[in-house]
């Protein structure tokens, strides 16, 4: 009996902490994709885009935004997520890969995804047609790496 309840307290422990760093995980990964939402969300953000596509008809039919994840390193940028020229960075300048002590390369897929969603739904609601383009493979990196096509 001693046995299994020791066991028990063992793996107890172990979900436990799991189930701590899914919730430090998804705090993390809200903060940063309400950061981009609030931004999409204004005026700023629309006048910008206004010039872009407005710029971009001249010689196309369609705009492209990257949405991206960058991930530090040595002598480059510091690891950001990036929608056209928004640019959400870690703060921790040019010398860490972590965000509240999360590798944020463990959530940069889901992160960039919600983007992609909250991006996608900003655009709609202004009336243009999108389409999402996983351009990952060709980045050499291999992190996220997407191109949202905004057709006019």
Known sequence: MKKENKRMTFLDEINNAKKEQMNVNEAITTEIVDWFITRLNSKEFEDGLKKQIINDIKGNTETKILVEFW??????????????????????????????????????????????????????????????????????????????HIQV
């Open 71 to 148: 991930e530090y390193h040595p002598g480059c940028s510091p690891t950001s997520f990036r929608v056209g020229s928004l640019t959400w960075d870690n703060g921790y300048g040019y010398d860490s890969w972590f965000y509240k002590g999360v590798e944020l390369e463990c959530l940069c897929q889901d992160i960039t995804i919600r983007i992609i969603d909250a991006l996608r739904n900003k655009l709609h609601e202004l009336g243009l047609m999108v389409k999402v383009e996983d351009a990952t493979s060709n980045y050499r990196f291999g992190y996220p790496h997407y191109v949202v």
